[in-house]
């Protein structure tokens, strides 16, 4: 888990609206090794998106390069793939037919019938899906489908997994669940994952590290923090373990003093 596969190199992203630049990322560099699951924490709209876009080729750098394994980042591809908070599923297509719209777009020339359908069915099956593979976007909870955004995602097989906020629309319960689910694979599959998420307990669960972004605009990373507890993790033991909770106790005090430095620098 030594091999880095993402480079992030001087990164600025500056946007331009009407003639006025806003300049979001400042320098962002980071390097993300093979496998390891990195969360990004950081005030709302200092730029998590936009560097997790600038990874999935969405967003265009202003300078800097991003890099997978050595190769500049100029465009979206299926070696990134990403799921959103708010799922993106075909509300026409049945579960099955949403994933095997993704493994046919890919594996389509390349594999007969019976090889996609196992492709779509053993996707479906990560994420604990299959009993619900003939049923409509519209007829399934909010939970259910993040979980096949998530099976769409890994169906393409990526390099890096991007997750912009995944749980961010459901309760502490659906939440909790996906969240084992989501370590369940990293575990399994040993997937690079980039997850954007605005809950610090969230964030040490998962991760390998805690990368935490400055405020807004020209926002940084101001901090990184390493996540050792072992793996695979519990919910409940961790709330006991001191590492944890001295990881926890570090993100706060990283956002409280950056909630503060926002607070005293606008006009009374
Ligand atoms: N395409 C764009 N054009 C102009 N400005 C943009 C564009 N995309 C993002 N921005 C601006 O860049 C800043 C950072 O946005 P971004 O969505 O990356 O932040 P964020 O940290 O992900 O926010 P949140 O946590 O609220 O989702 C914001 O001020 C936003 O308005």
């Not at 500049?72 to 095997?100: C, D, K």
């Not at 020339?109 to 019976?114: G, I, P």
């Not at 998420?197 to 969230?202: A, F, L, P, S």
Request: hydrophobic share 40%; glycine share 6%; proline share 4%.
């Amino acid at each position: 888990m030594s091999k880095p596969i993402l480079s992030l190199e001087n990164i600025y992203v500056d946007f331009e609206r009407d003639g006025v630049i806003s300049q979001v990322l400042d320098n962002v560099s980071l390097s993300i090794n093979k496998g390891e699951f990195l969360s990004i924490i950081g005030h709302s709209g200092c730029g998590k998106s936009t560097l997790l876009n600038v990874v999935a080729g969405l967003v265009p750098v202003t300078l800097g390069a991003a890099l997978l394994e050595n190769r500049e980042i100029t465009g979206p591809g299926p070696e990134r793939a990403v799921v959103f908070q708010n799922h993106s599923l075909l509300p026409w297509m049945t579960v099955y037919e949403n994933v095997r719209l993704a493994v046919a777009k890919l594996y389509g020339a390349k594999e007969n019938l019976s090889q996609l359908h196992d492709r779509t069915m053993r996707n479906l099956e990560l994420v604990k899906m299959t009993h619900a593979k003939d049923k409509r976007p519209g007829e399934i909870s909010g939970g259910m489908k993040q979980r096949v955004g998530i099976a769409r995602a890994l169906s393409m097989e990526p390099k890096v997994l991007l997750l912009d906020e995944p749980f961010g629309a459901l309760d502490a319960l659906t939440r909790g669940h996906l969240q084992d689910t989501v370590m369940e694979l990293h575990d399994r599959i040993k997937a690079t994952v980039l997850m954007i998420t605005h809950d610090v307990d969230e964030a040490v669960l998962l991760a390998d590290r805690v990368v935490m972004m400055t405020n807004g605009p020209k926002a940084r990373i101001g901090d990184i923090v390493e996540v050792k507890s072992p793996r695979p993790r519990d919910r409940r033991e961790l709330l006991k373990d001191a590492h944890f909770q001295d990881c926890r106790r570090r993100i706060v005090q990283f956002l409280e003093q950056h909630d503060h430095a926002v607070s005293v620098a606008e006009p009374a």
